[in-house]
């Protein structure tokens, strides 16, 4: 009925690496669609050296202490503090390079900028790195320019608005009350949004948008714009008191790094909507229906310009990533931005949003959203424990309210024009401002947040509290000064003041802590909804659906089904759409079964002196294939939870005579209700395939039995029926009779059943053994790996991974095998045989043998007797089969020798020591204890940072809220 | 009429109630209507649930609805236990024009009967009705941007009537076939258009009738059930028991 998804367990804690590039806004993966060959990338090393930055106008800024990064194709400068300075810069836009002459012992490059600003940085690590760094600079210079990025920057730069904002001022000074002057003229080159002809939201005036036009424009003359934006203290504090609006789509692309996005990709966003033209989907349907109902107030999106643009945006991106498609909330998003931005602008962002600076947000199981959510509860519950609590008390869920906040940036929670300045910080200082500004709004509320009593009168509050931003925060101060603050300054400010100490490395810290509960409680409730969902749970209670579920699970962890799951092609049943059903192939099937049915696993228990495991491998066999084949009813070549509970149901809570016609039906191909000759050689096969590992002959010599019989009784009765028929064919031998095809009906249910019930181990086999065989057991593997965090975490994390837990095993087999106590058992299947041969103690090798063959009569079948041959038609049938031991031809050893030499080398093997299969489990055990010693350090490290945070930090962010407060009402 | 009740008649009785369905089924458009007497052409989506009150006044009784209205999204699904959690009552809705969307439907109903407060009162709606009803303004203009057509601006463009004389064909899910699981799953059931406000009231007057109301009121002891049960049929769409009481009243809607 629906989709089981094993994404989730992908998830791999971002490496340093990832973190740095994120930090620069850079995307982590070098954009996957890039059609030119990224391998030049590779060839230039990563490296980060300390460095002094100074800008190149003399008094303009001060110098900082810092680190340069070279992550080609970007040369990336960070300030200690990580906060005050920082730029990203393509290396296409560095027009020159200069070693400065300078004192004796200081190393220092001048950097020309494609916007004819000058940086310098002073190498301040030792001259080795130093000369080191200069000639890695030096190749990846070279390779930008061989492939001819260095051109392109000329005509992409044309697309900012910022250009045209510096250049345009030259001949427009008069350009503070009306910059309609300045675009019109080069309105066709730049990229903007519907704003341009829609108007933007909020009273130009009232947002001194002229004077904030001024500052920037003195900001990005000195310190460079767009793709070579130098980011000092200054550019912060302006975009604290709000981009002007036809800044703010450039900056955000500019702030976020999507602007890399659209720089180093081209005509990619066209192209996606050429390629996918008509194209329909789940997620184009989805977006179709919700086209009409994003800003719908706004006046560009009650015309179809506004309309289309959004539609073709969020069409490219769900395009672009399928797996994400379309999720509710990005129509906001998108809308909100194509206020500001061009499409391809618009489109470029989403993709940062979606994939860096809201991870999982919008995925299909939304596991990022939730857990944020669950980040957010925490760090109230650690800044502001009375209002946690009070929740609690009283039972209102944070989420109710905090939840759309996150997923649609606060735009459809506030008017626009706040919203929007709090998407400005957002881009510029990352996700951190979220829970910052999520932490104010409470914080702010508190004293009414105490009297609330339920998650209605919490929603009323906080609308109450959004519609009122506007007004004064102190209305009745005297200081006409401290009246004009609006409450959305004193959110910002508290925002910022109050909150810093949350920082983007403590909510990555707290995403790491929560992460496995988040997902833990997702896969339950899918497992919920997926068993809840099941059209038939046959006789299975839903607990032990759950556990067929589990092994679905974790087959699909290891083996997982191939990714198209769209259904098949729509076209008939109209309105009547299919949902895509999870469904497994043959090989993730082996791996299901492998985890219920005893016999559907090869375990060889080995001991070799240092320790005792169980090494499980997958079976293969046609009998498995057969049972795949048989289960799925719908014959659409996969197999659905569904089929795998209805397929279970049918062989579990069967007695005798429902086990027996089972297995006749699973082997009965053409469903005709007789067996063929072949098909009986098939299930010998098949049995011979569940017993292989049992101890003892009894079993061979079951299987041997039922093939004299089956054949004996299947002869008899064709014997009957030819004599009926063919009077002439009497001289013929009944024994080997007429030249029957191999493939003719041969052997009834009746038969069958008769020739079954004549032996007493397949009697017991089919009356209990059989059902019993499938087991239901809880699945350890299916624990979520411990949220492995610190530095013992990940040196943990390190060492244990599958392939050195392999080579520890085979080197720990090799010192048993040189000192002798190497030893590997096949565990049995069935095992009904075992308790009889468990020794008490060491016990002459043949006693197990000795004790079965009294108790059976199996023995006398020695191995060669029952000669089974591959169902190979050509060879003609032998029927005479137990009689000889003449018939040792190697072709019949195929499947049968093998086996009864492992069941030998059992026999042998065995009584050297006992199974103990509680030790199994000691490496694990070893693993949670470990665990739990880094669930502590995870602790103690949070801790840290809160520590270190509180202090330092506060002086530099008074600063900056200070001039947030001073800032707005200047000139 | 019961005395125990009389203190409490000023003292609105609150019913938490939560909407639940497939995607663009017109959820919201039901509460729009019930909440404001109105239709929107373009409702922006529910982004995790929007909360809206409604008073409503049963004979002496006065209930005040706390309505959530959860989003449709299939991905949106796991978010829906937070908003469902305490719920008293439920009206999971489906369109009567689209046979996947009961399907959906009656999943959610299952999850409730499982996973909620097990006396939630659970009312079915198929709504939209209004597109299968031989109507004189059914024009079939593919262009116009479905607002005419459909109940619900969510209507997906392909459910517009190909030719106005065809419009009972629309229909997907027989109202037979609803009530008979509606009956069999005991669940409240009405089919709605919340176009034309057929049916909206009555569903909330029914709920409000199920509702052990004498269980919210803590204090309560022998309050009677209120309202004979099957008195509904009577009901025009706009005379519903005094349930419009205050649509007059400022709009508790909200977006957050």
Not at chain 1, 331 to 354: D, G, H, K, P, R
Not at chain 2, 82 to 111: C, F, G, H, P
Request: glycine fraction near 6%.
């Amino acid at each position: 009925m629906s989709t089981i998804s094993t994404a989730l367990r992908d998830f791999k804690e971002p490496t340093k690496e990832q973190i740095t590039q994120n930090f620069f806004s850079l995307a982590s993966i070098p954009a996957a669609i890039g059609k030119d060959a990224r391998e030049a990338d590779d060839e230039v090393e990563k490296m980060d050296i300390n460095a002094v930055l100074s800008l190149g106008v003399e008094g303009e800024e001060d110098s900082y202490a810092g680190k340069l990064y070279l992550m080609a194709p970007y040369l990336a400068f960070s300030s200690l503090d990580k906060k005050s300075v920082r730029f990203t810069i393509p290396l296409s836009t560095i027009r020159r390079v200069e070693r400065l002459n300078a004192r004796a012992g200081i190393y220092a490059l001048s950097l020309a900028l494609w916007h004819g600003g000058k940086i310098i940085v002073q190498l301040t690590s030792l001259r080795p790195t130093a000369d080191l760094f200069c000639a890695l600079l030096r190749d990846a210079l070279k390779i930008e320019l061989q492939r001819g990025r260095m051109k392109s920057v000329k005509g992409f730069v044309k697309t900012c608005y910022s250009e045209v904002l510096v250049s345009g001022s030259a001949f427009t000074p008069s350009d503070e009350k009306d910059e309609h002057s300045a675009s019109e003229a080069s309105e066709s080159s730049y990229h903007g949004g519907l704003g341009l002809r829609f108007k933007f939201p909020g009273d130009p005036k009232k947002l001194r948008e002229a004077s904030k036009i001024k500052l920037w424009m003195t900001y990005l003359k000195t310190h460079g714009r767009n793709l070579t934006l130098l980011r000092y203290p200054q550019c912060t504090r302006l975009v604290q008191v709000g981009l002007p609006n036809r800044l703010r789509g450039e900056m955000w692309e500019t702030l976020s790094g999507s602007i890399f996005l659209r720089y180093s990709n081209p005509g990619l966003y066209e192209q996606l909507l050429e390629q996918n033209t008509g194209r329909t989907t789940t997620s184009t349907e989805d977006i179709e229906k919700d086209l009409h109902r994003s800003l719908p107030e706004y006046a560009g999106y009650q015309s179809e310009e506004g309309i289309s643009a959004l539609r073709r945006v969020l069409q490219a991106y769900s395009f672009k990533n399928p797996e994400l498609g379309y999720c509710q909330a990005m129509n906001i998003l998108a809308a909100a931005i194509l206020i500001y931005m061009s499409e391809e602008q618009a489109f470029w962002l989403l993709e940062v949003l979606c994939d860096r600076l809201l991870p999982g947000y919008y995925a299909p199981s939304m596991h990022g959203t939730l857990l944020d959510q669950r980040v957010f509860e925490s760090l109230v519950q650690r800044c502001l424990p009375i209002i946690h609590d009070h929740f609690q008390a009283v039972d209102v869920q944070l989420s109710v309210a905090s939840l759309p906040w996150f997923l649609s940036l606060y735009i459809n929670s506030m008017p626009m024009i706040f919203a929007f300045r709090i998407v400005d910080c957002f881009f510029c200082m990352g996700p951190k401002v979220l829970f910052q500004v999520g932490l104010a709004i409470l914080k702010i509320n508190g004293e009414k947040l105490l009297q609330i009593q339920d998650d209605g009168g919490f929603l009323n509050l906080m609308r109450d509290y959004f519609a009122s931003l506007g007004d004064s925060a102190h209305p009745h101060s005297t200081d006409p000064r401290a009246r004009a603050i609006t409450r959305f300054q004193e959110l910002l400010l508290v925002s910022f003041r109050e909150f810093s100490v949350i920082t983007d490395d403590l909510i990555l810290s707290e995403r790491k802590r929560f992460r496995n509960e988040i997902i833990h409680s997702i896969e339950t409730f899918s497992k919920r909804s997926a068993v809840r969902n099941l059209r038939s749970l046959g006789r299975f209670t839903k607990d032990q659906a759950g556990l067929v579920y589990d092994a679905l699970y974790q087959a699909m962890c290891v083996i997982p089904p191939p990714p198209a799951q769209l259904p098949p092609p729509t076209l008939l049943n109209d309105g009547v759409e299919e949902k895509p059903e999870t469904r497994i192939q043959l090989k993730t099937f082996q791996y299901f079964l492998s985890e219920i049915a005893t016999w559907a696993r090869d375990e060889k228990i080995v001991s070799n002196g240092f320790q005792q495991r169980v090494d499980r491998d997958v079976a293969e066999h046609e009998f498995i294939d057969r049972l795949f084949f048989f289960w799925d009813t719908s014959c659409c070549g996969a197999l659905s939870f569904q089929d795998l509970v209805a397929g279970l149901d049918g062989v579990m809570f069967n007695d005798l005579m429902e086990n027996i016609e089972w297995f006749f039906n699973l082997h009965d191909k053409n469903k005709d209700g007789f067996l063929t000759k072949d098909e009986v050689l098939t299930v010998s096969e098949s049995f011979l395939f569940i017993f292989r590992f049992e101890v003892g002959d009894a079993y061979l010599g079951a299987v041997s039995r039922f093939m004299t019989n089956a054949f004996e009784y299947g002869d008899a009765l064709l014997a009957d029926v030819n004599q009926r028929k063919e009077s002439e064919d009497d001289e013929t031998e009944p024994r080997s009779p007429l030249p029957l095809p191999s493939n003719q009906p041969y052997l009834n249910l009746a038969t069958f059943r008769m020739v079954v019930l004549a032996d007493e181990i397949l009697e017991s086999f089919f009356e209990t053994d059989l059902s019993a065989s499938f087991r239901l057991d809880p699945i350890s593997e299916l624990e979520l790996p411990p949220s492995s965090s610190g530095l013992l975490g990940e040196f943990w994390s390190t060492i244990a991974t599958d392939s050195n837990k392999k080579m520890f095993n085979l080197f720990t087999d090799e010192i048993g095998k040189t000192i002798g106590k190497h030893q590997v058992i096949h565990r049995p299947s069935i095992g009904r045989y075992k308790t009889l041969e468990e020794p008490k103690a060491r016990e002459s090798l043949l006693t197990p043998g000795m004790r079965h063959s009294v108790s059976k009569s199996s023995l006398r079948s020695s191995p060669s007797s029952s000669s089974l041959r591959p169902s190979s038609p050509s060879q003609g049938l032998t029927v005479k089969v137990p009689s000889s031991k003449d018939f040792q031809e190697p072709a019949s050893a195929v499947g049968y020798s093998p086996m009864v030499q492992a069941a030998n080398a059992a026999l042998l093997a065995r009584p050297a020591f006992t199974i103990d299969d509680s030790k199994d489990d000691d490496d694990d055990a070893e693993d949670e204890l470990e665990a739990g010693d880094n669930d502590d350090q995870v602790m103690d490290e949070v801790d840290a940072f809160l520590e270190a945070h509180d202090s330092g930090l506060t002086d530099a962010d008074k600063e900056v809220a200070k001039d947030l407060i001073n800032a707005e009402p200047v000139k | 009429m019961a005395d125990a009740a009389s203190g409490s008649t000023d003292k609105s009785v609150q019913v938490k109630l939560v909407l639940l369905g497939e995607a663009a089924v017109g959820k919201s458009s039901v509460v729009l209507r019930f909440v404001s007497d109105e239709f929107q052409a373009n409702k922006e989506p529910t982004i995790g649930a929007a909360f809206l009150t409604q008073k409503c006044r049963l004979e002496d009784r006065v209930l005040r609805y706390e309505i959530w209205d959860t989003a449709g999204q299939e991905r949106f699904h796991s978010l829906a236990p937070m908003y469902y959690r305490n719920a008293q009552a439920a009206v999971v809705v489906y369109d009567i024009t689209k046979a996947s969307s009961l399907d959906k439907a009656k999943s959610w109903v299952k999850e409730l009967q499982r996973q909620a407060n097990p006396n939630i009162v659970i009312a079915l709606a198929g709504n939209k009705l209004d597109l299968v009803q031989p109507s004189i303004l059914q024009s079939g203009t593919p262009s116009s941007e479905s607002e005419d057509e459909a109940d619900d601006a969510t209507a997906t463009p392909g459910e517009t009537p190909s030719s106005p004389g065809e419009s009972d064909g629309l229909r997907q899910v027989p109202r037979d076939e609803a009530q008979a699981y509606a009956t069999e799953a005991g669940l409240l059931f009405f089919e709605t258009s919340a176009k034309t406000g057929e049916g909206i009231v009555d569903i909330f007057t029914e709920i409000a009738k199920k509702i052990p109301i004498e269980h919210i009121l803590a204090a309560g002891g022998g309050v009677r059930r209120p309202g004979a049960p099957g008195g509904r049929s009577g009901n025009a769409q706009e005379g519903a028991v005094n349930l419009e009481e205050n649509a007059n009243k400022p709009k508790d809607a909200c977006n957050c």
